[in-house]
């Protein structure tokens, strides 16, 4: 049995739109819990098996998958469609290193960078800003996917920062169609309506 933890919005709203992409709604039952917010409002939900409370946080069996790459990795496998190139597959290469970059690079330097963090040690670690968007820019002019012709999961991933994060997307007009594109799909858009509600 597999079990979704999710709070509306989060990180965890991206699982949501993936299911939804994947069409697997039937094979997850997904349970809502609170989070602590940045707000100061919400709190922990002791019903969270996340080991720090967190999400989103993937329970299959009893055994427990957290890091949203992680998760969205696990389902791709576990149900494989077109959103994710299979083992093998040519680009499989590539949709890995988009599905590791973003948890690794993508979204620690976006948090350097809004919060004005400038230590060599952390340009050194992780580059800038500017290095992250150089490489998607560099993507998407052989576009209009990361993958090229495909839309993927790593796209659904890696233009989520830029939604929820508007101050930090670049003028780039290259990127900026881009998210607007990830974000028009339908699926997103059936998210954010639930998360909405
Ligand atoms: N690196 C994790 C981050 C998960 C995360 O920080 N989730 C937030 C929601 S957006 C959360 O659960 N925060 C509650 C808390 O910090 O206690 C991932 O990508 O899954």
């Known amino acids: 049995m597999l079990t979704l933890y999710h709070a509306a919005p989060s990180r965890s709203s991206r699982i949501i739109t993936l299911i939804d992409?994947?069409?697997i709604g039937d094979k997850i039952t997904v349970k809502h819990v609170t989070i602590p917010r940045q707000d100061g409002s919400g709190q922990r939900d002791p019903s969270?098996?996340?080991?720090?409370?967190?999400?989103?946080?993937?329970?299959?069996?009893?055994?427990?998958?957290?890091?949203?790459?992680?998760?969205m990795l696990y389902?791709?496998?576990?149900?494989?469609?077109?959103?994710?190139?299979?083992?093998?597959?040519?680009?499989?290469?590539?949709?890995?290193?988009?599905?590791?970059?973003?948890g690794s690079v993508m979204e620690p330097v976006l948090i350097h960078t809004y919060i004005g963090a400038?230590?060599?040690?952390?340009?050194?670690?992780?580059?800038?800003?500017?290095?992250?968007?150089?490489?998607?820019?560099?993507?998407?002019?052989?576009?209009?996917?990361?993958?090229?012709?495909?839309?993927?999961?790593?796209?659904?991933l890696v233009h989520s920062p830029y939604v929820w994060f508007a101050q930090m997307m670049p003028d780039d007009p290259l990127i900026v169609d881009w998210v607007a594109r990830c974000a028009a799909r339908p699926a997103n858009q059936r998210t954010k309506a639930l998360d909405a509600a």
């Open 21 to 23: 992409e994947m069409g």
């Open 48 to 71: 969270n098996p996340h080991p720090e409370g967190k999400v989103p946080c993937l329970d299959h069996d009893g055994t427990l998958i957290s890091e949203t790459g992680a998760v």
């Open 75 to 102: 389902l791709l496998d576990m149900f494989p469609t077109d959103l994710a190139p299979k083992i093998g597959e040519a680009d499989r290469g590539a949709f890995l290193t988009w599905m590791y970059w973003y």
């Open 118 to 156: 400038d230590y060599p040690a952390l340009m050194a670690t992780f580059r800038d800003h500017a290095a992250v968007i150089a490489r998607i820019h560099a993507a998407l002019e052989k576009g209009p996917w990361l993958l090229g012709d495909r839309y993927s999961a790593a796209d659904l």
